[in-house]
Structure formats: C-alpha cells, structure tokens
C-alpha cells in the first residue's frame, strides 16, 4: 500500500509540475508576444525628431499659416497682411476722409451703400446679402470690421477703391464707378454704425426704409 501511494502521489506531482510548467511556458510566449506587438506599435507611432511633447502638433502656430490654412481663410487675411506688412498703395498713403459726419453726410452715404453694397454685404453690415451668399470667400462682415483697428481711413478707401481682384476675392473695384467723395461718404455711414436710412432720403426707388424688420 506504501508503494502505492507513493506511486500514486509522484504521479500527481509529475502532472502538477508539467501542467505549472505549461502555463508558465504560456505565459512567457505571451509576454513575447505582447512586448513585439508594442514594440511594432511603438515602432509605427514613434513621434518625428524634434517633437516636443509639451507643444503638441495641433497647437504649433505654423499650422494657421499661408500654407495649411483652408484658400478663403487665406484670401480673407491676405489683404490684412499685406496692409501690415507693407501699407497701402502710393495713392492711398495718409489719406482722410475730409467729412464731417453730419446726418446729411451719412444719409448720402447710406444711400450709395444701399445701392451698391447692400447685395452682397447686406443691409447691416453683416455679409448676409443675397448676392453675397455665391462668392467665396463670403463679404466681409463690415459692421465687426469697421470697429477694429485695422479700419483706418486710407485702408478702407483702398479697400474700396480697388476691391479685391489682387487678392482673389469677389469684391469689385469701385474707383471706376464712385467717386472719391462717394466712397468717403459710404465709409462715414459705416462708422455711424449703418442707420435706417429714411425713403424719402433715398433715390426714389419706393421700397421703404432700409434695414426694416
């Protein structure tokens, strides 16, 4: 009976020996595994030279620059980079406008407004003309951009006088079409911040007040 148990119990032992064996083997070819699979997946996202993980790629500035940024965004700010940079053409440097914004001023000026620039710009200055809603990039919302800095008087005479061909946009060039004393009196309604303008006041054309709810 001795024999046999101890038979019996060196057996058992073989078999729990193989089979702690087995899964050691197991779970050593699976730590091979797992450390090739990251060491594969390391390899394949490995982050270029030079980069700095406390300036992740989506906040280097050089992805807003000419190169990557969408073509409208480009047109849009070129104009304001070149003006930046460069100033204003020759024709154009230190002018002012020599008008004193009176009401009679700025109803002259809301008038040419409301015939040449309400289609695209719109009746307030936000880029919701109707004609505007086919250009890209859209008009400029110049009820925001006549408050900001950059609107100084010899850019926005500029800007209109000779529109935005150079800078592929759809703005047209108006030096042909208004005169220098028109344009002045559109920028002086601008900056009164595009008042109604009475029917009676505009060039007989009987649609009402402008910007009407």
């Not at 899964?23 to 070819?29: E, F, H």
Request: hydrophobic share 40%; proline share 8%.
């Amino acid at each position: 009976m001795r024999d046999g148990s101890a038979s019996h119990f060196m057996a058992s032992r073989s078999t729990a020996v193989r089979y702690g064996l087995a899964v050691l083997g197991a779970g050593i070819l699976g730590l091979f595994l797992a450390t090739v699979a990251i060491g594969q997946s390391t390899e394949k996202e490995a982050p270029p030279p030079g980069f700095d993980y406390w300036q992740p790629e989506w906040m280097v500035r050089e992805l807003w620059g000419p190169g990557r940024m969408p073509k409208s965004m480009m047109a849009r700010l070129l104009r304001h980079t070149t003006f930046v940079n460069l100033g204003v053409p020759k024709e154009y440097e230190d002018a002012t406008s020599p008008l004193t914004p009176s009401p009679e001023v700025i109803q002259r000026g809301g008038q040419v407004y409301v015939e040449h620039c309400t289609r695209c710009h719109g009746a307030k200055g936000m880029g919701d003309g109707d004609a505007g809603m086919a250009v890209s990039p859209s008009p400029a919302l110049l009820a925001y951009m006549i408050r900001k800095p950059v609107s100084v008087d010899e850019y926005l005479l500029w800007t209109i006088s000779d529109g935005g061909k150079q800078f592929n946009t759809d703005m047209p060039a108006y030096r042909g079409i208004l005169s220098r004393a028109d344009i002045w009196h559109v920028i002086a309604y601008m900056r009164a911040g595009f008042p109604r303008i009475p029917a009676a006041a505009k060039a007989g054309d009987g649609e009402g007040d402008q910007n009407a709810d």
